[in-house]
C-alpha cells in the first residue's frame, strides 16, 4: 500500500483496468457467472518534504487456484521512487488451494527511506518529531494448512535486516541510544490459528474473521533482538439492508521481551487501521484499536463509505488512557465485479487529514 503525506501533494491517478468479466451493477450477488482474471495497475506521483516528488505505481493480479473458482487468489506489487533516492518495492500475495488443503501468504519487500518518529507513548508530542532514514529487505511468508471447512492453522516465518541507519543528531533516537538505532537482523518464527467464515476473501459481505498470531524473535534463528510480538484480529461482516454492508474490525498487538527495537513497537494509525493518523504517530509495547464503515453502493459500480475508528497504544506497567479517534469518507470503484476487486480512495481526520489511494479494501 503507497501511503500519501499531507502536506503539498499532487496526485495523477490513472484507472487502466482489464476485466474479463462482466456487470454495471450496484452490488454483489451471491452468484455470479464464472469469474476469471483481473490485473489492476494505479500510477501515483506526489510530493512531501521528506522524499521530494516521488513517483510510484501499484498493481493487483487477482486470479484463481482453486477448482470450483469461489476463492480468488491475489498478487499485489508496488514501487516508489524519489528525488531523493529513497526507494520501495514491495510483493505481498495470499494464494488460495483449498481442495488440496493449503494456503500461503506472504510480503517480500526491499525498503530504502525515511520515516517519521515521535517517540514512544501516548502523550508523545507534535514538537518531538524526527525524522530516520534505515535501508531494509524484509520477508514474511506465512504458510496454513486447512483443518476443516473455516479453520486453518500455520506457521509464520519473518526476516528483516536494518542497515544504514540515519538519525536526527538531536533527536531522541540517538540522544537516548533507543533499542534498534544501531540496525541488526530481526528474525522470528511463530503460529497463527485462524477461523474464516466470510462469504469471500477480497470483499465479504457476511461472515466472521478471527486470527491469533505469536512470532518469537530469537538468536536461535539469527536474530539480533528477543522479544514475543502477538496479536488478535476479529472481524465482522454483514449485509444489513439493500447490499448496505457493515464492516467492524478489533484488532489489538502486543510486545513483550527484553529487546523490543523501536520499529517493532505496535504502532496506531496508517492506511488500514486508524486511517487519519500518521502510522506510527504513536507508539508503545501494546496496541488496541477498533475500526467500523458501511459500504454504501450509490451508482453502477461506485460505493460510498462512511467510517469511523478509535484505540490507543499503552504498557501494563504505566498506562495512562488517551484513547485518540479518527473518522472520514470513501470512495469505491469496481473495477471487476465478479472477483469483487475495488479501487479504495478514502481521506479521513485523526491528527491531521490523511488522503489514501490503494487496490482492495482496508480491512
Given at each position: ?13 490513472c ?16 452468484q ?8 489492476v ?15 510510484g ?11 470450483l ?10 514501487g516508489?521512487y ?7 518495492s514491495?510483493?505481498s ?28 507513548g501516548?502523550?508523545?508530542s ?11 529487505p ?6 496454513a ?24 543528531e ?35 459481505i457476511?461472515?466472521v ?18 522479544f ?17 454492508i ?7 498487538t502486543?510486545?513483550?521481551g527484553p ?5 517493532h ?7 488500514n ?68 476487486v475495488?479501487?479504495?480512495?478514502d ?17
Amino acid at each position: 500500500m503507497l501511503r500519501l503525506d499531507t502536506g503539498l501533494m499532487v496526485i495523477i491517478l490513472c484507472l487502466l483496468t482489464w476485466n474479463n468479466g462482466e456487470a454495471q451493477v450496484t452490488t454483489f450477488p451471491n452468484q455470479v457467472p464464472t469469474p476469471g482474471q483481473t490485473f489492476v495497475p494505479v500510477p501515483v506521483v506526489f510530493f512531501t518534504p521528506e522524499t521530494n516528488w516521488a513517483f510510484g505505481a501499484r498493481a493487483s493480479y487477482t486470479f484463481h487456484l482453486d477448482s470450483l473458482r469461489q476463492t480468488p487468489s491475489t498478487i499485489q506489487i508496488g514501487g516508489l521512487y524519489t528525488l531523493r533516492k529513497q526507494f520501495i518495492s514491495n510483493l505481498s500475495f495470499n494464494l488460495y488451494r483449498p481442495e488440496k488443503r493449503w494456503e500461503l501468504a506472504g510480503e517480500v519487500g526491499y525498503y530504502d527511506y525515511v520515516f517519521k518518529y515521535w517517540g514512544v507513548g501516548n502523550q508523545s508530542s507534535e514538537l518531538k518529531r524526527e525524522t530516520y532514514s534505515v535501508t531494509y529487505p524484509s520477508v514474511v511468508i506465512t504458510p496454513a494448512f486447512v483443518l476443516s471447512k473455516y479453520w486453518r492453522i500455520g506457521l509464520t516465518t519473518e526476516f528483516h535486516k536494518y542497515s544504514r541507519l540515519q538519525l536526527d543528531e538531536e533527536g531522541e533516537l540517538k540522544r537516548l541510544q533507543t533499542t534498534g538505532v544501531d540496525g541488526g537482523n530481526v528474525n522470528g518464527v511463530g503460529i497463527q490459528l485462524r477461523f474464516d467464515s466470510r462469504d469471500h476473501t477480497i470483499f465479504p459481505i457476511n461472515g466472521v474473521y478471527a486470527s491469533a498470531k505469536s512470532v518469537i524473535y530469537n538468536s536461535y534463528w539469527g536474530s539480533d533482538y528477543s522479544f514475543v510480538a502477538s496479536e488478535l484480529d476479529l472481524r465482522h461482516y454483514q449485509n444489513i439492508a439493500g447490499g448496505i454492508i457493515w464492516a467492524s474490525q478489533f484488532l489489538t498487538t502486543f510486545r513483550t521481551g527484553p529487546e523490543i527495537p523501536f520499529y517493532h513497537l505496535s504502532l496506531l494509525g496508517g492506511p488500514n487501521m486508524m486511517r487519519g493518523h500518521f502510522e506510527g504517530r504513536y507508539r508503545n509495547q501494546n496496541m488496541w484499536a477498533v475500526q467500523s464503515e458501511l459500504r454504501l453502493p450509490v451508482w453502477r459500480r461506485f460505493f460510498v463509505v462512511p467510517f469511523a475508528s478509535f484505540g490507543d497504544v499503552f504498557d501494563f506497567e504505566k498506562y495512562q488512557r488517551s484513547i485518540k479517534f479518527a473518522g472520514g469518507m470513501g470512495l469505491r470503484y469496481i473495477v471487476d465485479h465478479q472477483n469483487r476487486v475495488n479501487i479504495r480512495a478514502d481521506v479521513a481526520y485523526g491528527h491531521h487529514f490523511q488522503f489514501y489511494l490503494s487496490i482492495l479494501e482496508a480491512f
